[in-house]
């Protein structure tokens, strides 16, 4: 049996998903001084692997890619588990 057959009756469960670009550490008072339009600088830049979760667990990787004035991922390897 295929694993897309295996899975049908669950195929609309929802799941969160995560995909994790980068880890910033911020004093409180660095935050409380955040307003709309700040710009976090992240040490990750396009093309670039990043890990995918869903649901806290690791399920692939991905890169991130610019598309117009857009950024977004480009999924390049998911994980099966036997």
Do not use: C, W
């Not at 009756?9 to 969160?16: G, I, Q, Y």
């Not at 610019?66 to 994980?79: A, K, Q, S, W, Y």
Request: charge should be negative.
């Amino acid at each position: 049996m295929k694993v897309l057959e295996a899975i049908a009756p669950l195929a609309d469960v929802r799941v969160e998903f995560e995909v994790r670009l980068d880890e910033h550490v911020m004093s409180l008072r660095e935050i409380l001084q955040l307003e709309p339009g700040h710009v976090i600088r992240l040490n990750r830049s396009a093309g670039e692997n990043i890990d995918i979760l869903a649901s806290g667990a690791l399920i692939g990787s991905g890169e991130v890619v610019v598309i117009e004035d857009m950024i977004g991922v480009r999924i390049t390897d998911f994980r099966e588990e036997h």
